[in-house]
């Protein structure tokens, strides 16, 4: 089943294949945003031939926002893939090894463009974080390109394409909430009332993903662990946009992984949780710590503490669910 959303300028279903795709759109740039994620469960299994683990995840769409405008080039550029960051950062890099990149050069060896582009990325969603904003730059540039070049694959091709990225590349293309199965890749949104508050505590330096994973994997010794399924409490909590009950089913695997490397994480766990927040957890692999609070107030509380607390270099508060890239202007 489809259980993709409709993006403008993205056909829902398969392109007709007996129909050539278009080639080149019309349009000289085109923007889209994609949001960040927080994990609000995550049961974590084994390890498969492939590295990757088995797992069952719910995904927030938070509004931190990414941006990729994709720019068509002048004739003498034709071919490469450039990316140009809005604001530099040492951590994010511009080559080949930046996801946005390979996701363009992926749409465009799969339906064979040969035409390039020149990639501007804001970034909102903090780097290295746990907040997928590598796989939201992926997931907004598949659905640019898809756009500036006219190659008119569907969101359910384009899906395809994302999780050859990355696992966590599909769920920003969906947005809203989410379950996420097999490798995180599956996604399948779920039906939830409400507005949820949120304050992200940053840390000064980003978790490696495949670090935090192996270091599960040795906390959790040979006995491979069984994924469990979403709890009934918290889908029915996200029905019924009870946000303290939600709270009381936030659950990660990770989180003790995550802790184990950077055990200061505790500590801005205990300062937001006393400072009023609901509950606070390990956002994916870390190291940002998601604080579910009640309302803005709750949020400014828990902000004000978090910063004069000296453990966290930055705060950020957003609100969720938000809606999947977009196209924008
Ligand atoms: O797919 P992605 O590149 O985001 O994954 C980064 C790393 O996280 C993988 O190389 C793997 O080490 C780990 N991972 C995993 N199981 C998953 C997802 C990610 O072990 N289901």
Redesign the pocket.
């Known amino acids: 089943m489809n259980h993709l959303r409709a993006v403008p300028g993205v056909p829902a279903g398969p392109r007709d294949p007996s129909t050539p795709p278009p080639r080149s759109g019309s349009a000289s740039s085109v923007r889209v945003e994609a949001p960040g994620k927080v994990n609000l469960f995550l049961s974590?299994g084994a390890?498969g031939t492939d590295?990757?683990?088995?797992?069952t995840t719910v995904f927030q769409a938070v509004r931190l926002i990414e941006t990729v405008t994709a720019r068509r080039q002048s004739a003498r550029d034709h071919g490469t893939v450039t990316l140009t960051l809005e604001e530099p950062d040492a951590d994010v890099p511009t080559d080949a090894s930046n996801?946005a990149v390979r996701a363009a050069e992926l749409l465009a060896e799969t339906t064979g463009v040969s035409e390039g582009v020149d990639l501007l990325l804001r970034k909102r969603v903090p780097v290295a974080g746990g907040m997928?904003g590598?796989?939201a730059d992926a997931a907004a540039t598949l659905v640019a390109c898809n756009i500036l070049w006219g190659t008119g694959l569907s969101l359910l091709e384009l899906s395809a394409l994302a999780a050859r990225?990355?696992?966590?590349?599909p769920f920003p293309l969906t947005g809203a909430t989410a379950v996420g199965s097999?490798?995180?890749?599956l996604v399948t949104p779920i039906m939830t009332r409400g507005s949820y508050h949120w304050v992200f505590a940053l840390a000064e330096e980003g978790l490696?993903?495949?670090a935090?994973?192996?270091r599960?994997d040795e906390l959790t010794g040979t006995g491979a662990p069984a994924v469990r399924d979403v709890p009934e409490a918290l889908t029915s909590a996200l029905r019924a946009g009870d946000a303290p009950a939600l709270a009381a089913s936030l659950h990660n695997d990770l989180q003790a992984a995550a802790l184990d490397l950077r055990p200061e994480l505790a500590q801005v766990i205990a300062v937001a949780e006393e400072a009023g927040a609901l509950r606070a957890i390990v956002s994916g692999?870390g190291p940002t710590i998601a604080a579910l609070v009640e309302n803005p107030a709750g949020a400014q509380r828990v902000s004000r503490a978090l910063m004069a607390s000296g453990l966290v270099t930055d705060v950020l508060r957003a609100d969720a669910p938000v809606a999947g890239a977009r196209v924008v202007g």
């Open positions: 974590v390890s590295g990757y683990h088995q797992l996801l997928a590598g796989s990225l990355g696992a966590d590349v097999g490798r995180g890749d490696s993903t495949p935090v994973f192996r599960f692999s």
